[in-house]
């Protein structure tokens, strides 16, 4: 009798709560769409005569991170997505190996006649992050200037990502393919900016904090921040909140214009306090809306009040930054 009254009570108490957040969801999407208008995008033609060749490419690879930073004819690619051997996954499932070489030969040779890219930015050794780059290094028709990859610091890592994610195995499989291919691996990164064609980057987090040990690979991730005149993107990989990564380095980061939202969307990304920080104006996700949890579209909405893009359901944006100080997105990109 005890049994049934507390799953009762439980029931009560559950569906009243999951019914209140999945109403709360929709609302935050409703008010976020209305933000949109701003930004809304149009779709990518590939003609630089219009916005000019400053971009940011979000690439559409699912709920992982692959980004390509154009500027000038130079070309640097930021994770390379989610490829087709997670050891996470025990069942089938699709990775983005070829969407990401095929875009990236079509791009490269559209303005410099080559697969040339100046270098390659690992942020850490999460598979759904670095996971594809094995494809790509060793892709013959792909050459790759230099490499940017902290050393794997087993302990920052959680127990489980070495014995199950086996995330240093991947790791040492991208230093391996690129000795093999004689690119120059620099694993202490550069503390200051840096000019890259008409943008400006600096990398953050580049020596992960000791009091962060055991919190887990993400806290070992490297943020990127891309600037040109007046404009700033912050591209955050899979900084969070729960590592401690977002109050670290917040007040470093300062004003921006453009998020990439931490950790896909996922719960502990996106606090109130780092995006009142950055104050963003545009947020773009590397995933589907629907994966995006709902305290970060509240926050996002609510608090930043800023418009929200994902990836997925716009099959890839791009954020170029013009001459007239505008950022202007496009969407639709894999569709050359």
Not at 57 to 69: E, G, K, M, V
Not at 290 to 295: H, T
Request: hydrophobic share 35%; with cysteine; glycine share 8%.
């Amino acid at each position: 009798m005890k049994k049934k009254t507390a799953k009762k009570v439980a029931t009560w108490i559950i569906v009243p709560l999951m019914l209140a957040i999945f109403i709360l969801d929709i609302a935050t999407v409703v008010i976020g769409n209305n933000y949109t208008k701003k930004y809304l995008p149009k779709a990518e033609t590939f003609d630089y005569g219009i916005n000019g060749d400053d971009r940011i490419h979000f690439l559409n690879t699912a709920n992982s991170d692959a980004i390509l930073i154009e500027s000038n004819g130079k070309f640097a690619l930021i994770d390379a997505g989610e490829g087709n051997n997670n050891p996470r996954r025990k069942t089938e499932y699709k990775g983005y190996e070829s969407e990401v070489v095929e875009y990236i030969k079509y791009v490269t040779d559209l303005k410099n006649g080559n697969n040339y890219l100046d270098f390659i930015l690992g942020t850490h050794c999460h598979y759904d992050h670095i996971g594809s780059f094995h494809t790509l290094i060793t892709d013959n028709d792909i050459q790759i200037g230099k490499a940017y990859f902290k050393k794997f610091n087993s302990l920052i890592a959680k127990d489980y990502e070495i014995e199950s994610w086996k995330i240093n195995e991947t790791y040492g499989q991208i230093i391996y393919d690129l000795a093999e291919k004689n690119v120059e691996v620099i694993s202490d990164l550069p503390t200051d900016e840096f000019e890259f064609g008409d943008f400006t980057l600096q990398f953050y987090n580049t020596v992960t904090p000791e009091e962060l040990q055991g919190k887990g690979e993400n806290a070992s991730s490297i943020g990127v921040k891309v600037s040109k005149g007046s404009k700033s993107a912050f591209l955050a990989a899979d900084i969070t909140k729960s590592t401690g990564l977002e109050e670290i380095l917040a007040e470093d980061i300062g004003d921006i214009d453009l998020l990439k939202i931490g950790h896909h969307g996922y719960f502990g990304s996106s606090s109130k306090y780092f995006l009142q920080t950055l104050k963003p104006e545009i947020a773009i996700v590397t995933n589907q809306l629907g994966k995006v949890y709902p305290n970060v579209k509240w926050n996002l909405t609510m608090v930043a009040k800023v418009p929200f893009f994902a990836t997925y359901d716009n099959n890839g944006l791009i954020a170029s930054f013009n001459d007239n100080g505008e950022i202007i997105l496009t969407n639709n990109i894999h569709n050359f």
